[in-house]
């Protein structure tokens, strides 16, 4: 999962985020299965 915030202006300059966060998968695991929702208030759910 991979995720980046845009750059904006704080109070002692500019800030940007950005994340990466890695799962180890089941042997067997299904690709083509996979659900990604993304909720109006930022919560991504994967199921």
């Known amino acids: 999962v991979e995720g980046k915030h ?3 202006e704080d109070d002692h300059g500019y800030i ?3 994340f990466v966060r890695r799962y180890a998968l089941p042997k067997g695991f299904q690709a083509d299965k996979v ?3 993304l909720s ?3 919560v991504l759910t994967i199921t």
């Open 40 to 42: 109006s208030d930022g």
């Open 35 to 37: 659900v990604s929702t």
């Open 6 to 8: 845009e750059e904006r």
């Open 16 to 18: 940007a985020r950005h």
